[in-house]
């Protein structure tokens, strides 16, 4: 009875319908039926991504009242919800909560942290947390290296971004498509055309899948400089490469040549 309820408000919290699956969750309780720690981690996990953070918590709360344990897991969706509600004192708190409860933050923990303060801008604490989670033995991924090179890049931090890539790749990341758009982007945005190009065919040509993403960001750079004909000729380049352009392409391009 339980699974097969909870299997119904799985659904209802996936397709937006978290009305609907309270609803279920009153008559599942009115029946005598005692909810697990997946229905619960299930609205948990439904209120975060509707940004409702005080019904979450209290699910939450709830869960660890009757006798589930909360997992990492359970409290990493929390964490990831209050971050992207940009509720960072709540965020922070429930890191130091896990602390207290003899679990350990791993590299999601501190991924979905470092990702909520670069979002408002806060990158001391952004680069504090990553230190820390290194200084804990939880190893960085690339979701949590392009997370923090996206907001250096973002915040006017280009610099330390390119010091940051410089030490990541001589520790051996192997940077994905991600991290380079991210890179490129963030050296046109600084203005460093010529070593975004010089990145473009050089550095990063051993690993870079130049999408439609990586031509937009080269040709918009150049169009927005009233360097038409080096956009011009990336967009050739990514005609012959078989690289289809998309509306942003034509939209970018119809900015710089004709408007």
Same mark, same amino acid.
């Given at each position: 009875m339980c699974i097969r309820i909870t299997f119904l408000i799985d659904y209802k919290c996936k397709v937006g319908e978290i009305n609907e699956a309270h609803h279920l969750f009153k008559m599942m309780t009115l029946k005598g039926v005692e909810p697990d720690i997946i229905t619960y981690s299930t609205f948990i996990n439904g209120y975060c991504m509707q940004g409702?953070?005080?019904?979450? +918590?209290?699910?939450?709360d709830s869960m660890v009242g009757?006798?589930?344990?909360?997992?990492?897991?359970?409290?990493?969706? %929390?964490?990831?919800?209050?971050?992207?509600?940009?509720? %960072?004192?709540?965020?922070?708190?429930? %890191?130091?909560?896990?602390?207290?409860?003899?679990?350990?933050?791993?590299?999601?923990?501190?991924?979905?942290?470092?990702?909520?303060?670069? +979002?408002?801008? +806060?990158?001391? +604490?952004?680069?504090?947390?990553?230190?820390?989670?290194?200084?804990?033995?939880?190893?960085?991924?690339?979701?949590?290296?392009?997370?923090?090179?996206?907001?250096?890049?973002?915040?006017?931090?280009?610099?330390?971004?390119?010091g940051l890539y410089n030490v990541l790749e001589k520790n051996g990341m192997e940077a994905d498509t991600v991290i380079h758009n991210i890179m490129i982007d963030g050296m046109c945005k600084a203005g460093k055309l010529f070593a975004a190009k010089e990145f473009f065919y050089n550095r990063a040509s051993k690993t870079l899948v130049r999408s439609t993403r990586t031509?937009?960001?080269?040709?918009?750079?150049?169009?927005?400089?009233?360097?038409?004909?080096?956009?011009?000729?990336?967009?050739?380049e990514m005609i012959e490469k078989g690289v289809s352009p998309d509306d942003t392409t034509i939209e970018i391009l119809l900015h710089g040549f004709v408007l």
């Open positions: 409702c953070m005080k019904v979450a +918590k209290w699910f939450f009757r006798g589930h344990g909360a997992d990492i897991v359970a409290y990493n969706t %929390l964490i990831n919800g209050y971050c992207k509600a940009k509720k %960072l004192h709540e965020a922070t708190q429930i %890191l130091c909560e896990i602390q207290c409860n003899g679990l350990t933050p791993n590299t999601s923990t501190y991924t979905a942290l470092i990702s909520g303060f670069c +979002k408002v801008g +806060k990158m001391s +604490k952004a680069k504090d947390l990553f230190k820390e989670m290194i200084a804990r033995g939880e190893m960085p991924n690339l979701l949590t290296c392009s997370t923090l090179l996206s907001g250096l890049a973002t915040n006017d931090c280009f610099d330390e971004a390119m031509y937009n960001i080269m040709i918009n750079a150049f169009c927005k400089k009233g360097m038409l004909n080096e956009a011009q000729e990336f967009f050739k």
